[in-house]
C-alpha cells in the first residue's frame, strides 16, 4: 500500500513539474481566490472539482455524440474513405520541434519608481493621446459647421483628454454600467474624482470624441477607419515591448456581457442593449497571459470583414490565424488553436514557415480536408477512459482520445509515443498522449486568464461600434501593462491587484494626489 502511494505521489510530482514548465505558478492577476474556469476534462491540482462538471467537447458538441460508418462524413471528407486513410499509419515515430529561436520576457527594464502610468504609456503614449485631442476638437468644429454653433464646446485639452479616458476606465474598476453613474447620487457614486470635471464637460467631451475625424481617401478596412491607425500603432506596441513564450494560443477571449447585470436588468433593458457588431481574434502568451496580436473582424461589411462568411467558412479562420502569426515566421513557436481554426492545410503551411501546431478538431467545425475518416468516426465498442487511438503521417499525427466522449486532436509539435496524464480528483490519474495533457494544460491558463479578464474590461457600452472596439483594446492595453507590471521591479517594491492597479491608474489619469506605487 504504501509503495502504491509513493507511486502515486511520484505520477503527480512528474505531471506538477511538466505543469511548471507549461504555466508560471504565480496568478498572472495577483488575486487568492478559487479559480472557477474549469477546463472540461482537465485540472493542474489534485484537489479539482472538475468532476461536477459535464464532460463535453470544448467546441460545444455533444461529448457522447456517436456517428456510424454509413452516415454522411465531416466537412471536407470524401465518400471514399480509402484515399482519406492515404498515406496514415499506425506506425509511430518520434519528433522533436526545434528549439525557440527567441527569448521571451519584456524587451524593457522598466524602474521600481515606475506607475501603473508608465506602464499604459509603453501602449497609449502622449502622442496618441494628442492624437485624440486634435481629432475630436477638428470633428467638434466640422459637425458645428454642419449643425450649428454649440455654445457650451471649447476645444479639449491633453489634461482633459486624459480626465477622459480615467472616467470611462474607472468603470471597469467600479463595475459600474454607465460612466455617468459617477456623478450621480447613487451606489457607484465616486465623489473623489467626479470633481476633476463637470459632468456636462464630460458629455461634450463623449459627444465629439474621436479618433480619426474624417475617412481617408486611401484604401483599407473601411468599417474600422476611424480606429485603423490606434490599432495598428497598438498591435505595433504589443509587439515591441513584450517577447511570448514558445507556447502560445488563437482564440476569442471572453467579452460577454456582465453576467451580474444580465441576471438583474429587465427584459426591456435586454431589448435595447445592440448586440455586438464585431469579432475579436488574439494571439496571447500562454504562459503570462500577454496578448501579443488582435485581429478585428466586423459581423456586417463587405469582403474578409463579415463575420457571417466567416462562421461559414473554416478557410477565412485560417485567414485569421496567419494574420495573428504574421510575425512568428522562423521562431519555432508552438500555436495551441481551437476547432474552428485546425486544419490539416493550416498546421503544414505553419510548419514551412517554422510554425508547429497542436488543435482540438470537430466533425462540425473544423476542416477535416485530408484527414483519415476512420479517426473521425466514433467507435461502437465500449471504451475505457483514457484509451486512445493514433495515426501519423510526416510529423503530424491525428489523436483520439477517450475520457467520456471522444476528444480528437491534430498536432506535429509532439511526439505521439509519449505519454502524459490528466489528474482529477475522483478519478486519479487518467493516461493521455502528451499533446492532449499540454494542450489541456495551456488552456486551462487561458481559461483562467479569461476568468480574471471579465471582471476588468470596461462597462461603458456606446452605440458606435468603432467605439466599443476602442474601449474594449483599451482594456486589453491596461490587462498587458499590468502583466508588465507585474514582471517588473515595481511589483517587488509594492504589489498591487489587478483591481488596485486599475484604480491606481485612474488616478494618474486624472492627475490626483498620492499616485505613487511606492507609497
Given at each position: ?86 498515406g ?29 502610468m ?15 485631442v486634435?481629432?475630436?476638437?477638428m ?71 474621436h ?105 477565412l ?5 496567419k494574420?495573428?502569426c ?67 503521417r ?121 499616485c505613487?506605487?511606492?507609497?
Open positions: 500500500m504504501a509503495e502504491c502511494a509513493r507511486k502515486g505521489l511520484s505520477l503527480l510530482e512528474e505531471a506538477r513539474s511538466r505543469y511548471e514548465s507549461l504555466q508560471i505558478s504565480d496568478d498572472v492577476f495577483g488575486e487568492s481566490g478559487d479559480d472557477s474556469s474549469e477546463n472540461p476534462f482537465y485540472s493542474t491540482s489534485g484537489d479539482s472539482n472538475s468532476d461536477n462538471y459535464p464532460e463535453t467537447n470544448p467546441d460545444d458538441a455533444r461529448a457522447g455524440e456517436t456517428r456510424s460508418s454509413h452516415n454522411c462524413g465531416p466537412p471536407g471528407s470524401v465518400s471514399n474513405g480509402q484515399a482519406q486513410e492515404e496514415w499509419s499506425d506506425a509511430l515515430q518520434d519528433i522533436s520541434v526545434p528549439q525557440y529561436q527567441d527569448t521571451h520576457g519584456p524587451t524593457q527594464k522598466m524602474l521600481a519608481t515606475a506607475t501603473a508608465d506602464f499604459f504609456q509603453h501602449f497609449v503614449p502622449d502622442n496618441a493621446i494628442h492624437n485624440m486634435t481629432q475630436t476638437n470633428y467638434a468644429k466640422k459637425y458645428q459647421e454642419r449643425f450649428g454653433s454649440d455654445e457650451g464646446w471649447t476645444n479639449v485639452t491633453l489634461a482633459e483628454m486624459k480626465a477622459f479616458l480615467g472616467f470611462v476606465t474607472s468603470t471597469g474598476v467600479n463595475r459600474c454600467e454607465s460612466v455617468l453613474s459617477i456623478w450621480s447620487s447613487g451606489f457607484f457614486s465616486n465623489r473623489s474624482i467626479a470633481l476633476k470635471m463637470s459632468q456636462a464637460r464630460f458629455e461634450k467631451i463623449l459627444k465629439y470624441f479618433i480619426v475625424a474624417f475617412r481617408s481617401s486611401q484604401g483599407g478596412n473601411q468599417g474600422l477607419y476611424k480606429i485603423q491607425p490606434f490599432l495598428d500603432s497598438l498591435q505595433q506596441s504589443f509587439g515591441s515591448t513584450f517577447r511570448p513564450s514558445q507556447t502560445q494560443v488563437l482564440h476569442e477571449p471572453f467579452i460577454d456581457e456582465d453576467p451580474v447585470f444580465i441576471t438583474t436588468c429587465t427584459e426591456r433593458e435586454l431589448r435595447k442593449r445592440k448586440k455586438r457588431k464585431f469579432s475579436l481574434w488574439v494571439r496571447q502568451c500562454s504562459s503570462t497571459g500577454f496578448i501579443c496580436q488582435i485581429s478585428v473582424h466586423l459581423k456586417e461589411g463587405p469582403g474578409l470583414d463579415g463575420l457571417d462568411t466567416l462562421k461559414n467558412k473554416p478557410q479562420h485560417s485567414l485569421v490565424a494574420q495573428l504574421q510575425n512568428l515566421s522562423g521562431r519555432n513557436a508552438i500555436i495551441f488553436t481551437g476547432p474552428s481554426i485546425t486544419s490539416l492545410n493550416l498546421f503544414q503551411e505553419f510548419e514551412k514557415q517554422g510554425i508547429y501546431c497542436c488543435g482540438l478538431l470537430s466533425t462540425r467545425k473544423s476542416d477535416c480536408t485530408s484527414l483519415p475518416q476512420s479517426m473521425l468516426i466514433n467507435t461502437e465498442a465500449p471504451q475505457q477512459r483514457g484509451q486512445s487511438r493514433i495515426k501519423m510526416g510529423n503530424m499525427s491525428i489523436i483520439n482520445w477517450y475520457n467520456k466522449g471522444n476528444f480528437r486532436f491534430l498536432t506535429n509539435a509532439y511526439s505521439p509515443s509519449k505519454e502524459g496524464v490528466i489528474i482529477k480528483r475522483k478519478s486519479g490519474e487518467i493516461p493521455c498522449p502528451l499533446a492532449v495533457e499540454a494542450f489541456a494544460a495551456h488552456l486551462s491558463y487561458i481559461c483562467k486568464y479569461d476568468d480574471k479578464y471579465s471582471k476588468y474590461f470596461i462597462f461603458h457600452k456606446p452605440n458606435k461600434t468603432w467605439q466599443q472596439v476602442f474601449w474594449l483594446t483599451i482594456s486589453i492595453a491596461i490587462n498587458n501593462a499590468y502583466i508588465l507590471y507585474k514582471m517588473s521591479d515595481a511589483y517587488h517594491v509594492k504589489r498591487y491587484s489587478r483591481a488596485q492597479f486599475g484604480e491606481r491608474l485612474v488616478k494618474e489619469l486624472l492627475d490626483l494626489d498620492d505613487s506605487p511606492t507609497q
